[in-house]
């Protein structure tokens, strides 16, 4: 045993003499037992405690530190690893240690002590693997360092995946991670899937689909197979402001080498959501370009497109997986207001549709409850509401790309609960309550005026009413009068300027939920008003479609769960309900999917919430496929489709621009956005501009000019007879005192007209 005096150990501090070690049999002294002491040894430090024999504390490094001078001495070495394929003359010899390579690499691990034949030879070949990269991984089993640069990363990550080094190829593909560029995304996301490392194919799939519109300029894109286009094509998560850059990068494709690549063009252009492009883009680009006219399949295509937006009354007919908006298409959805725990909430709430969350960046710039909420020219319009105080008849606007509020034209009426819309360029504010009474009267705000007018009242007086716009008509859903809940729906053409009553729901709903989707309309929860056999509100999580075509109501999936003050809204091709109250605040939030008649939960509010609005503002660009056409811009759309579908179709070829594909290269993080690559698919379609919609006509506020001639059918879904285009405006209410009743509107069928007001109600604040 070594000495107090060893340079190897440190006497302690203790004072205390050391014992002295027991004599043996043999005469000698016992060997004291190596014991780790509790105190913190620092490094290149050594203690040694009386009675217990210390240790060295950087022993380890010690040791191994003299096994890398062996190593890179070539000392005591007993095998020999061989770089390079069976045959070559010059193979990189690499001599080691087999305990430090088993110690180091789970695959070494296994060939030495496994009884393999290699663990007897001196010389063994590892095959499929760089010379390099090899050396380079021996050296760090020595050395526990490994330099990763651009050059060397793709031939380190494949031999360490062989070697089974885990640290090694988390590393190359935290670097390549890093380093995603659109010019390299789609190589990365290549070699991923080639080496089996999923969290990296992952993150460059996710890459390519949130930059798609860079990552289609790159040469890697030219050169990817069909399948892998395909496969991005189909994506619903591919992050495109509009369905013609899909397109174009289509045509960039096939372009590319168009002779070998013409028989996958039918069923890569299946997966471009024709339907979705503006009628414009349909006509002068898509239906114009020869390579598509050459194909029959490909043409039956583009007529599927052009009869969507030539036929939209067929539209749910035509409903396909083509006309199924991108996540990114569908535009951002809004949630705004409410109550929290018995509490108004001035916040607005967004969700991000990709990724299934939500997002806190916008406030209401007053208390306000019980309100309306329509987006005018992608801005909010919050109108009336409570502020705890009184009803308001106060018009807001806000813009959240400048996140600015503006005072807006204040209603005629003070309303709360009301229902707000928007039809065909202007806004309506219909029913809800003063204060005092529940209303049956209805204002319209027109954008270019800046002024509210009264329309025909309804026949009956709804507050909490339900509001939804469809095929040119306002309908009026359930909603309270006062005395009971509704089941009553009213229908409204701005044509005619008269209302007309339509089939009835299944039951009665105040605060019922409204929305509108593939011409249905979807009234969902709600509740009863407590009578003498249900002392208390009775919620239903029920909800009910209705078809205008047959006049009829029929129930489909429920929600999970029974509420009523939902927020309810459609988002790309689902009805979202969000939030709501049964005896507390959700924060649930359902989706439903007409084509299988199914709730799916999304991701919850952050806090419970109910009678907030909810409302999509759309994106930038092209009209969406399913909103209603004015009757100018239907009848200008179907004269330009009309003329495209009888160009002629003898039209010169395509020039086509073939370029050979180069290697991919590892850009860095600090790297430039703009590649050489961007410029190797030239644009060969030239993107339409976004013509603005005409603006409507200024509403006529005259009083007391008459009303048209009554259609000759009330029936819910019968065209209105020719008019003008103009919308008519009854005279506004004789008295300024709110509630006091509108003109009777026309009779259009029974039950014949109700009064505007069905008296007082029991408390100025109605649930």
Same mark, same amino acid.
């Given at each position: 045993?070594?000495?107090?005096?060893?340079?190897?150990?440190?006497?302690?501090?203790?004072?205390?003499?050391?014992?002295?070690?027991?004599?043996?049999?043999?005469?000698?002294?016992?060997?004291?037992?190596?014991?780790?002491?509790?105190?913190?040894?620092?490094?290149?430090?050594?203690?040694?405690?009386?009675?217990?024999?210390?240790?060295?504390?950087?022993?380890?490094?010690?040791?191994?530190?003299?096994?890398?001078?062996?190593?890179?001495?070539?000392?005591?070495?007993?095998? =020999?690893?061989?770089?390079?394929?069976?045959?070559?003359?010059?193979?990189?010899?690499?001599?080691?240690?087999?305990?430090?390579?088993?110690?180091?690499?789970?695959?070494?691990?296994?060939?030495?002590?496994?009884?393999?034949?290699?663990?007897?030879?001196?010389?063994?070949?590892?095959?499929?693997?760089?010379?390099?990269?090899?050396?380079?991984?021996?050296?760090?089993?020595?050395?526990?360092?490994?330099?990763?640069?651009?050059?060397?990363?793709?031939?380190?990550?494949?031999?360490?995946?062989?070697?089974?080094?885990?640290?090694?190829?988390?590393?190359? *593909?935290?670097?390549?991670?890093?380093?995603?560029?659109?010019?390299?995304?789609?190589?990365?996301?290549?070699?991923?899937?080639?080496?089996?490392?999923?969290?990296?194919?992952?993150?460059?799939?996710?890459?390519?689909?949130?930059?798609?519109?860079?990552?289609?300029?790159?040469?890697?894109?030219?050169?990817?197979?069909?399948?892998?286009?395909?496969?991005?094509?189909?994506?619903?998560?591919?992050?495109?402001?509009?369905?013609?850059?899909?397109?174009?990068?289509?045509?960039?494709?096939?372009?590319?080498?168009?002779?070998? $690549?013409?028989?996958?063009?039918?069923?890569?252009?299946?997966?471009?959501?024709?339907?979705?492009?503006?009628?414009?883009?349909?006509?002068?680009?898509?239906?114009?370009?020869?390579?598509?006219?050459?194909?029959?399949?490909?043409?039956?295509?583009?007529?599927?497109?052009?009869?969507?937006?030539?036929?939209?009354?067929?539209?749910?007919?035509?409903?396909?997986? $083509?006309?199924?908006?991108?996540?990114?298409?569908?535009?951002?959805?809004?949630?705004?207001?409410?109550?929290?725990?018995?509490?108004?909430?001035?916040?607005?709430?967004?969700?991000?549709?990709?990724?299934?969350?939500?997002?806190?960046?916008?406030?209401?710039?007053?208390?306000?409850?019980?309100?309306?909420?329509?987006?005018?020219?992608?801005?909010?319009?919050?109108?009336?509401?409570?502020?705890?105080?009184? =009803?308001?008849?106060?018009?807001?606007?806000?813009?959240?790309?400048?996140?600015?509020?503006?005072?807006?034209?204040?209603?005629?009426?003070?309303?709360?609960?009301?229902?707000?819309?928007?039809?065909?360029?202007?806004?309506?504010?219909?029913?809800?309550?003063?204060?005092?009474?529940?209303?049956?009267?209805?204002?319209?705000?027109?954008?270019?005026?800046?002024?509210?007018?009264?329309?025909?009242?309804?026949?009956?007086?709804?507050?909490?009413?339900?509001?939804?716009?469809?095929?040119?008509?306002?309908?009026?859903?359930?909603?309270?009068?006062?005395?009971? *809940?509704?089941?009553?729906?009213? *229908?409204?053409?701005?044509?005619?300027?008269?209302?007309?009553?339509?089939?009835?729901?299944?039951?009665?709903?105040?605060?019922?939920?409204?929305?509108?989707?593939?011409?249905?309309?979807?009234?969902?929860?709600?509740?009863?008003?407590?009578?003498?056999?249900?002392?208390?509100?009775?919620?239903?999580?029920?909800?009910?479609?209705?078809?205008?075509?047959?006049?009829?109501?029929?129930?489909?999936?429920?929600?999970?769960?029974?509420?009523?003050?939902?927020?309810? *809204?459609?988002?790309?091709?689902?009805?979202?309900?969000?939030?709501?109250?049964?005896?507390?605040?959700?924060?649930?939030?359902?989706?439903?999917?007409?084509?299988?008649?199914?709730?799916?939960?999304?991701?919850?509010?952050?806090?419970?919430?109910?009678?907030?609005?909810?409302?999509?503002?759309?994106?930038?660009?092209?009209?969406?496929?399913?909103?209603?056409?004015?009757?100018?811009?239907?009848?200008?759309?179907?004269?330009?489709?009309?003329?495209?579908?009888?160009?002629?179709?003898?039209?010169?070829?395509?020039?086509?621009?073939?370029?050979?594909?180069?290697?991919?290269?590892?850009?860095?993080?600090?790297?430039?956005?703009?590649?050489?690559?961007?410029?190797?698919?030239?644009?060969?379609?030239?993107?339409?501009?976004?013509?603005?919609?005409?603006?409507?006509?200024?509403?006529?506020?005259?009083?007391?000019?008459?009303?048209?001639?009554?259609?000759?059918?009330?029936?819910?879904?019968?065209?209105?007879?020719?008019?003008?285009?103009?919308?008519?405006?009854?005279?506004?209410?004789?008295?300024?005192?709110?509630?006091?009743?509108?003109?009777?509107?026309?009779?259009?069928?029974?039950?014949?007209?109700?009064?505007?007001?069905?008296?007082?109600?029991?408390?100025?604040?109605?649930?």
């Amino acid at each position: 045993m070594p000495s107090a005096s060893s340079p190897y150990f440190t006497r302690s501090s203790s004072s205390s003499p050391r014992p002295p070690s027991p004599p043996s049999a043999a005469g000698g002294q016992l060997r004291v037992l190596i014991r780790y002491s509790k105190r913190v040894v620092k490094p290149g430090e050594t203690m040694f405690t009386p009675g217990v024999s210390g240790h060295l504390a950087d022993h380890a490094l010690r040791c191994l530190s003299r096994i890398q001078e062996f190593f890179s001495r070539g000392k005591l070495t007993d095998v =020999t690893l061989l770089a390079g394929e069976a045959g070559e003359a010059e193979a990189r010899r690499i001599p080691a240690h087999r305990l430090l390579l088993s110690a180091a690499s789970d695959y070494f691990a296994a060939m030495f002590t496994s009884g393999l034949k290699e663990s007897l030879q001196e010389e063994i070949r590892i095959v499929g693997v760089e010379a390099q990269a090899l050396e380079d991984l021996v050296n760090y089993c020595y050395t526990g360092s490994l330099e990763i640069t651009e050059s060397n990363v793709e031939c380190l990550l494949a031999a360490a995946r062989l070697l089974q080094l885990t640290e090694v190829v988390g590393s190359c *593909c935290g670097f390549l991670s890093a380093n995603l560029h659109p010019s390299n995304a789609l190589g990365i996301q290549q070699f991923a899937d080639l080496q089996g490392c999923q969290d990296l194919f992952d993150r460059a799939r996710s890459f390519v689909l949130d930059n798609f519109v860079d990552v289609m300029h790159s040469q890697e894109f030219l050169l990817l197979s069909p399948g892998d286009v395909a496969a991005l094509f189909a994506s619903d998560d591919l992050n495109v402001p509009s369905e013609e850059v899909v397109f174009q990068a289509f045509v960039a494709w096939v372009s590319h080498n168009p002779d070998q $690549r013409r028989n996958q063009m039918q069923e890569l252009l299946e997966l471009v959501r024709l339907p979705l492009l503006c009628p414009e883009f349909l006509a002068d680009q898509v239906d114009s370009l020869p390579l598509l006219r050459e194909i029959p399949s490909c043409q039956n295509l583009v007529m599927e497109a052009l009869k969507f937006h030539l036929l939209p009354d067929r539209r749910p007919v035509l409903r396909s997986q $083509r006309t199924k908006p991108r996540k990114s298409t569908v535009g951002e959805l809004f949630l705004v207001g409410g109550i929290e725990g018995n509490n108004g909430t001035l916040n607005i709430d967004s969700y991000d549709y990709r990724e299934d969350r939500w997002v806190s960046s916008h406030c209401l710039s007053s208390r306000r409850l019980q309100f309306g909420v329509a987006v005018l020219e992608n801005r909010l319009v919050i109108v009336g509401g409570r502020d705890g105080l009184k =009803t308001l008849n106060t018009v807001e606007g806000y813009d959240p790309k400048a996140k600015i509020w503006f005072p807006m034209t204040h209603m005629n009426t003070h309303r709360h609960g009301l229902g707000v819309a928007v039809l065909g360029g202007p806004l309506y504010a219909v029913g809800g309550h003063d204060g005092w009474s529940y209303l049956n009267t209805v204002e319209r705000y027109d954008p270019v005026s800046k002024t509210w007018s009264y329309v025909a009242p309804m026949y009956a007086a709804r507050s909490t009413v339900g509001l939804g716009a469809l095929n040119g008509k306002l309908y009026a859903v359930g909603g309270r009068d006062g005395t009971s *809940c509704l089941s009553s729906v009213e *229908c409204y053409d701005p044509f005619t300027n008269r209302w007309a009553s339509c089939s009835s729901m299944t039951r009665r709903r105040g605060g019922v939920a409204v929305a509108v989707l593939n011409g249905f309309i979807y009234a969902m929860g709600g509740h009863e008003a407590p009578g003498f056999q249900k002392p208390m509100d009775v919620r239903f999580e029920t909800v009910e479609r209705y078809d205008p075509k047959t006049d009829t109501w029929t129930l489909v999936a429920s929600m999970s769960q029974a509420r009523d003050a939902i927020s309810a *809204c459609v988002l790309g091709e689902k009805v979202f309900a969000i939030g709501g109250y049964n005896d507390a605040y959700l924060p649930l939030v359902e989706a439903y999917d007409p084509d299988t008649d199914t709730w799916t939960k999304m991701t919850n509010l952050r806090s419970g919430r109910a009678g907030a609005s909810a409302v999509v503002i759309p994106r930038d660009g092209p009209q969406e496929c399913g909103s209603p056409l004015s009757a100018t811009d239907e009848e200008q759309t179907t004269s330009q489709l009309s003329m495209s579908l009888q160009t002629s179709l003898s039209q010169s070829q395509l020039d086509v621009t073939t370029q050979k594909g180069g290697s991919t290269k590892l850009r860095s993080s600090s790297t430039s956005s703009t590649s050489s690559s961007a410029t190797s698919s030239p644009h060969l379609i030239s993107r339409t501009p976004n013509k603005a919609d005409p603006p409507p006509p200024p509403t006529s506020t005259k009083p007391g000019t008459p009303p048209p001639p009554p259609p000759t059918s009330t029936k819910p879904g019968t065209p209105p007879p020719p008019s003008s285009g103009k919308l008519d405006t009854p005279p506004p209410p004789s008295s300024g005192k709110p509630g006091t009743p509108s003109p009777n509107p026309a009779k259009a069928g029974s039950p014949p007209p109700v009064p505007g007001t069905t008296g007082k109600s029991a408390s100025p604040a109605p649930k």
